[in-house]
């Protein structure tokens, strides 16, 4: 991020609007290498200064990385003409800087969503060459079992043709609960996987993604700003080729 304004600089972490970051300034709360600075249009270069909110040191990434526990219920989409979006569930300052969701979960799926506003990311984390891969736990109709486990892990022909890459199956207790791991992302895939199996799937939620597991902490439609590890565990992965 370049020299700019410190209210530009500040609402651009996502965290205040730039109403609020102005309050913060006039609160005397903002200080750019040890100086408080008084006038919210003064320009500050974030490489060189260390900025401080409060007196924490504040990361000017030029992107933004939400953890989003997804409830069932919203669409995974930046915007729709009729029903709500999960992008409704972030503050208006958020939703300005354009992030969108990595991946699509259904409109009932739950669980583990990761938003950005940083294309390359992204793309990477969902190229089909990277194989990154997906937990999610899937309760059933009837019980998941052995064959079912086998089928899955050979490569799983959908109904339509469509052939899936091998998948992971576990039983969890009596079979009606499973863990189902992906490599790819196609559409409904659990869902038609299973159903292929004669086990309709009765709820869906995903736990992981790659590295990033869902913070048991966060209640269904709350979220927070992925941590530095987490992140660093990301790019990492999205990186690798
Ligand atoms: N597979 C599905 O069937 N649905 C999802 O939402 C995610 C994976």
């Given amino acids: 991020m370049s020299i700019d304004r410190i209210d530009k600089l500040l609402s651009a972490t996502g965290r205040w ?54 409830p069932a219920g919203l669409l995974s989409a930046t915007e729709d003409r009729n029903q709500p979006t999960v992008l409704d569930l972030l503050p208006p300052e958020l939703k300005r800087r354009g992030l969108f969701p990595v991946g699509r979960l259904d409109k009932d799926t739950t669980g583990l969503l990761l938003l950005t506003d940083d294309g390359t990311l992204a793309h990477n984390l969902l190229s089909p060459k990277k194989h990154v891969d997906k ?14 486990r086998a089928a899955l892990a050979g490569g799983l022909a959908l109904g ?17 609960v499973c863990l189902v791991t992906l490599h790819e992302g196609k559409y409904h895939q659990v869902k038609r996987m299973l159903a292929a199996r004669g086990k309709p799937v009765v709820s869906l ?33 999205g990186a690798a080729t």
């Fill in 160 to 176: 339509d043709g469509t052939v899936c890459l091998p998948a992971g199956l576990e039983p969890v207790g009596d079979g009606s």
């Fill in 17 to 70: 609007s730039r109403k609020e970051v102005k309050e913060l300034v006039r609160q005397g709360r903002v200080q750019a290498g040890g100086r408080t600075v008084l006038r919210p249009e003064e320009k500050v270069d974030p490489a060189a200064l260390p900025l401080t909110v409060d007196g924490a040191a504040l990361d000017c990434a030029p992107f933004v990385y939400v953890m989003l526990h997804k």
């Fill in 135 to 148: 937990l999610y736990r899937a309760q059933v109709e009837g019980r998941v079992d052995e064959a079912d």
């Fill in 205 to 237: 939620h995903r736990l992981a993604m790659g590295p990033l597991t869902l913070d048991q902490g966060l209640e269904p439609g709350k979220w927070r700003f992925l941590t530095a590890q987490e992140l660093e565990e990301l790019c990492r992965l």
